[in-house]
């Protein structure tokens, strides 16, 4: 197929897809499925690829976020049931007031992402801004917005979040800049699109508090209430956890014992188990809450996070049959030829495929590798590569929609429909992503 068919079949099928799941309400899972079959077959791909495509996608999907859900679902609630997170929430109310809790979620989405993948932190965090709704009846779509805006805008320009990390390393930009730059980007960036944008959306979107963020009993499980150190501890452990491997496997040798080792305690599947496992017994065992509650408090929380695993799974299907359809590289054969400047191309490039198949990450290694070859003629330094990462990172998280796995996750721990969903996230992402844009832009012409 010539790559104009490719890209028109990936724009009919994100068309049907938004059709079928905001007109007809057919469900996510059903709809992302059926859509990712269509899709392939329309682009070419055998019946046989199709399914094994399908396959890939799902399990390749849910290989990582089936672990990093279940036992973050489980972390969360154990820490809600024992009151640590109401803790956390009372601390940062008490401290920065209830008229601006929102912007300490900034903040602490922003600071808390640095080591993380997106899917690990919204699953750490969320619980917290749930809290500070409860306590402080503030609105869902305020909190929630502020702490999804910290979260991402670190997610797409800083390092050592896991995105601009490969991005650096894969063009050869300069770490330094790539620091300064990426502050520059992500603090405006994530001001407009969090606490401005949240406090803005939600006087004319309001929803009430998710049925499983939702606790009217004031009794907790435990003897007395945890402290704010020992709440916040045990969020920080997977952070610092994760943040050993990707600062000291820089120190050590490439591929030896203690290399690995460092690969294998800042894993984001080992970082989360130890901190249920320290959540259990200094929350649970330690505080007098008998072991059967423990377990069904963890089994409480696997039905809600089970939907969120499958539409996520479902996600990475669409996701997997576009990628293996190629629409990626015909997006970057006809873009090559724009004769637009390097930063404005970098950010385009990344926001097609991004739109086309939804991850984020996805979306930089993608067009990290349509821009290498355009950059080699042109001879760019280190800073002026970190101006070309920063405006790749942003392109990567507009326009987020149903085949995004982020777009799924605000909407099922929100509570949001599909409708409100596009109306405050993704105009967020957008935001995010074209300030950062725009920021890398202005920086490379004093460059």
């Not at 799941?21 to 859509?35: D, N, S």
């Not at 969360?76 to 997170?85: D, Q, R």
């Not at 992500?186 to 407009?192: E, F, N, T």
């Not at 049959?321 to 637009?340: H, M, T």
Request: aromatic letters at 6%.
């Amino acid at each position: 197929m010539s790559d104009l068919s490719l890209i028109l079949t990936a724009v009919g099928s994100i068309l049907l897809l938004l059709f079928l799941v905001m007109k007809v309400r057919l469900h996510a899972v059903v709809a992302l499925i059926l859509v990712s079959m269509i899709a392939g077959l329309f682009s070419g791909m055998s019946p046989q690829m199709i399914a094994e495509t399908i396959q890939k996608g799902m399990g390749g999907t849910l290989g990582f976020v089936a672990v990093v859900v279940a036992l973050g679902a489980m972390f969360g609630k154990v820490m809600e049931e024992t009151g640590a997170l109401d803790r956390i929430a009372h601390t940062l109310l008490h401290r920065f007031g209830e008229k601006n809790a929102n912007w300490a979620l900034t903040f602490t989405g922003f600071i808390c992402a640095l080591p993380l993948f997106f899917d690990v932190a919204v699953v750490l965090l969320i619980g917290i801004a749930f809290a500070v709704v409860r306590k402080g009846g503030g609105s869902v779509i305020k909190i929630g917005i502020a702490l999804l805006a910290g979260i991402a805008a670190c997610q797409a320009f800083l390092i050592p979040a896991p995105g601009p990390i490969l991005v650096v390393s894969q063009l050869g930009a300069d770490y330094g800049y790539m620091i300064l730059f990426g502050l520059l980007a992500a603090i405006p960036a994530m001001i407009i699109g969090g606490p401005l944008w949240g406090s803005l959306i939600a006087k004319s979107i309001h929803v009430e508090l998710p049925e499983h963020a939702q606790n009217n009993d004031n009794t907790r499980d435990g003897e007395g209430e945890p402290s704010f150190g020992l709440a916040l501890g045990l969020i920080a452990l997977p952070l610092l956890m994760i943040a050993l491997n990707t600062i000291g496997s820089r120190f050590v040798e490439q591929q030896s014992n203690l290399h690995h080792w460092l690969e294998f305690i800042g894993h984001p599947f080992t970082a989360i188990l130890a901190a249920c496992l320290m959540a259990f017994y200094l929350l649970g065992v330690k505080r007098g809450v008998p072991q059967d509650r423990i377990m069904e408090i963890c089994s409480s929380a696997l039905q809600p996070a089970g939907v969120i695993i499958l539409v996520t799974g479902a996600g990475g299907v669409f996701k997997q049959v576009l990628v293996d359809s190629g629409v990626g590289a015909a997006l970057g054969n006809i873009l090559a030829g724009s004769g637009l400047p390097i930063v404005m191309l970098a950010f385009i490039l990344a926001a097609a495929v991004r739109v086309i198949q939804g991850s984020a990450t996805v979306a930089m290694l993608t067009a990290c590798g349509l821009i290498i070859p355009m950059l080699e003629p042109l001879g760019l330094d280190g800073a002026q590569l970190a101006a070309v990462t920063i405006a790749i990172g942003g392109g990567s998280i507009v326009l987020s929609h149903v085949n995004d796995s982020g777009f799924w996750l605000a909407n099922r721990y929100l509570g949001l429909t599909e409708m409100q969903t596009l109306k405050t996230w993704t105009v967020m992402e957008t935001i995010i992503g074209t300030t950062g844009a725009i920021v890398a832009m202005i920086i490379s012409l004093f460059l």
